[in-house]
């Protein structure tokens, strides 16, 4: 840190210039990012319902369980004459093209296929379905590029088609996100620009942490663009660049302009004042950045697409945020000098200055910390309450806005026609097992309480069989999912095995995956942060300390959301229009960044106390003086973030507003109640066992640890 002081006061230029040319390399390889990327992600492809789909795609060149349906009508509305020659020319037409689209492997034409038609083509005879099934079991990206080839064929016809189904449903909801993503930016920009410009009283000043976001940005879908060439990259890795980049930036630029402006107050535009800002707040922005960067990177051990996405993103940002503040803002501060304040607007204490109100705080929280500790923890626990009854959904078409074509589509299917055209349960045998055999099992699924028909097996190759079964209910309920799991428990014909495939097949699956990598996933995080924060503070109770705050933390955010959305508390508030219930993937990826933010805050906070305790000041009073110094910066930072957060709750699609929601509270949360609190009141209870190790621990510290005095 100390070189990286003086490089940037003797050659601030030429790191700048540095810096240039990453972000001129960034931008010329990262700016189609987003032609590169894949669908979201969300099965895991060693799953039982992705291992049924690959065999049947290997089989018959297709997957049975249809991923397009196209709704056939007539123009005026009025019955659809399906002996008239011009309507079976145009169907066998449509039927022929949309069979030539990449990723469909077959289309079932109820006017060429008498067996399908008793299915396919509606009782009030005002509408025939035509089915497209996939050439592969990818239907997220795969027939997402399929539906995208199919949509110019049904809009060239001369009958009124539209197109519902799993594919283009997820593809409609896919492009959404892309277009929200832009509009949230739109948004989150110049709100966070006039936001800084209050906060930093002057434009220059202002400009430093949109300047580091932006690098950031750039930066991380660099990472994204390699990664891409190497491995499948989720698209939805674009909004935790964008969101996470901003957020930091604002944390580290926030926290070392402040700190300068201390030095500054103290001893002018120095050398002394620029090395003492880069090694206290510079080392502490490092230390936070890579402390959520090891958050987000734990993900990257689940095989969920959207998931290790997140995580290579995240972990960038986390990096590319501190480094680019311990290298941007000296290197600036250097060259500006006390023309930081340039282009002031308004007159006032800076952040920098020690917070009397904050101080005052502190000291009253210190003065009863056994109430307080207590009744922040009840309002927390009662704010984590709702997750004993929270309800989990997955990818479906319940995802699509209501304004999107597969919306209807999907809607009109499912009160026209079976329920299995578009959420089958798909069973597949695995093994030689006769027709007897075969006929004996269809009988036990078709017994199977939630099981309303089934259709004969069918041999997809030599010693593969298959057949579709319809649900009573909708593919992600409750009764479906437990349909599911009583089939998996009858036994499969002698000597074959069964694996059952399908939107609630795919769902089931989805969470036992991610059940599965919890624990893995919960031991990482909380074994780097309990190093990394060992390492700055030297204690082993402050890490533990802050394990339990930041899990109160969680379960406060996630309880909010099952109010907000599940309950419908902020249905008015965010136009929500998706299920009532909590998207699974987006608890793990809440997990992740929540954890990884509280413990950012964590960091500023304790390494101010550190620093006081360290120059002997009493346990109370390092507290008291930690939390006055850090009081305004963070307060600030964190109302900014959660600006930039909610800029996203403008999506139409569900979980992004779940998403948006869920960073926000979790950041105010553990910016108020966490921090204004439960801190100074535990620090309290604790006295000096805060700075407790034992003395081998003690003696790593002295050899490794971190020390801001």
Not at 661 to 674: C, E, F, K, Q, Y
Request: charged share 15%.
């Amino acid at each position: 840190m100390n070189r990286i002081a003086d490089l940037t006061w003797t050659r601030p230029k030429l790191v700048l210039a540095v810096v240039g040319v990453f972000f001129l390399v960034a931008v010329a390889f990262g700016h189609d990012v987003e032609h590169h990327l894949k669908a979201a992600g969300f099965t895991d492809p060693s799953s039982e319902s992705e291992k049924g789909s690959g065999l049947l795609s290997d089989a018959l060149g297709y997957d049975p369980n249809p991923g397009v349906v196209l709704v056939v009508r007539s123009p005026d509305g009025s019955p659809l004459n399906t002996k008239s020659p011009a309507v079976r020319r145009e169907v066998n037409q449509l039927s022929r093209r949309v069979a030539k689209v990449k990723y469909v492997g077959r289309v079932v034409n109820p006017l060429q296929d008498p067996r399908a038609g008793a299915q396919l083509i509606a009782r009030d005879g005002r509408s025939l379905v035509i089915l497209g099934d996939l050439s592969n079991g990818d239907e997220e990206n795969d027939g997402g590029i399929a539906a995208e080839g199919v949509q110019p064929l049904i809009a060239a016809s001369n009958l009124n088609v539209s197109m519902g189904g799993f594919a283009p449903s997820f593809n409609e909801v896919n492009d959404q996100t892309k277009s929200d993503l832009t509009k949230a930016e739109l948004i989150a920009f110049p709100l966070l620009a006039l936001l800084l410009l209050i906060v930093f009283r002057g434009v220059i000043a202002a400009a430093i942490p949109l300047l580091i976001g932006v690098i950031s940005i750039v930066g991380t879908l660099f990472v994204l663009r390699i990664m891409s060439e190497f491995v499948g990259t989720s698209v939805f890795a674009l909004n935790i660049a964008t969101g996470l980049s901003l957020g930091l930036a604002v944390d580290y630029a926030l926290l070392m302009v402040s700190r300068y402006r201390e030095e500054l107050a103290s001893s002018g535009a120095t050398r002394e004042a620029h090395r003492k800002t880069v090694l206290t707040a510079g080392r502490t922005a490092l230390f936070s950045g890579f402390t959520v960067a090891a958050a987000m990177a734990a993900l990257v051990i689940l095989p969920q697409r959207f998931l290790y996405s997140i995580a290579v993103a995240g972990a960038s940002v986390g990096v590319l945020s501190a480094v680019l503040a311990i290298l941007v803002v000296p290197s600036l501060l250097s060259l500006l000098g006390t023309r930081i304040d340039a282009l002031s607007i308004r007159r006032g204490p800076a952040l920098s200055d020690e917070s009397g109100g904050w101080y005052r705080l502190a000291r009253g929280v210190m003065r009863h910390p056994v109430g307080v500790a207590l009744a922040s923890s009840a309002l927390l626990l009662a704010a984590a309450a709702p997750l004993l009854w929270t309800t989990l959904t997955g990818p479906s078409a319940e995802a699509v806005p209501h304004s999107k074509p597969s919306y209807s589509a999907n809607s009109y299917v499912e009160t026209h026609y079976p329920r299995e055209l578009i959420e089958a349960v798909t069973v597949t045998v695995d093994g030689k097992a006769g027709k007897l055999a075969l006929a004996r099992y269809r009988q036990q699924i078709e017994a199977v309480d939630g099981i309303v028909r089934g259709a004969p097996f069918v041999l997809a190759s030599e010693g593969i069989a298959y057949a579709n079964f319809g649900l009573a209910d909708p593919a992600l309920s409750e009764s479906s999912q437990d349909t599911v799991k009583a089939i998996r428990d009858l036994s499969p014909p002698d000597g074959a095995t069964a694996l059952l495939s399908g939107n609630t097949a795919r769902f089931i699956d989805q969470k036992q995956s991610l059940l599965e990598h919890l624990p893995l996933l919960v031991t990482i995080i909380f074994a780097t942060t309990l190093i990394l924060l060992f390492l700055l503070t030297g204690s082993v109770i402050l890490p533990l300390k802050t394990l339990l705050m930041n899990a109160m933390t969680l379960g406060a955010t996630l309880g909010i959301l099952v109010l907000a959305f599940q309950d419908g508390w902020l249905d008015w508030l965010f136009a929500y229009r998706g299920p009532s219930a909590i998207e699974v993937t987006s608890l793990v990826f809440l997990f992740a960044v929540i954890f990884g933010l509280a413990t950012d805050y964590a960091v500023l906070v304790m390494a101010r106390i550190k620093e006081q305790h360290d120059l002997g000041k009493s346990n109370e009073e390092a507290v008291a003086i930690g939390i006055a110094r850090t009081g305004r910066v963070i307060t600030a930072a964190a109302i900014m973030i959660a600006v930039v957060f909610l800029a996203f709750g403008v999506s139409s699609v569900f979980f992004m507003k779940q998403i948006a929601l869920g960073m926000a509270v979790g950041v105010m949360l553990d910016a108020t109640i966490v921090r204004a609190l439960l801190v100074p009141s535990l620090m309290r209870l604790l006295g000096e066992w805060n700075w407790w190790a034992p003395k081998p621990l003690r003696r790593i510290y002295l050899r490794l640890g971190i020390s801001e005095a």
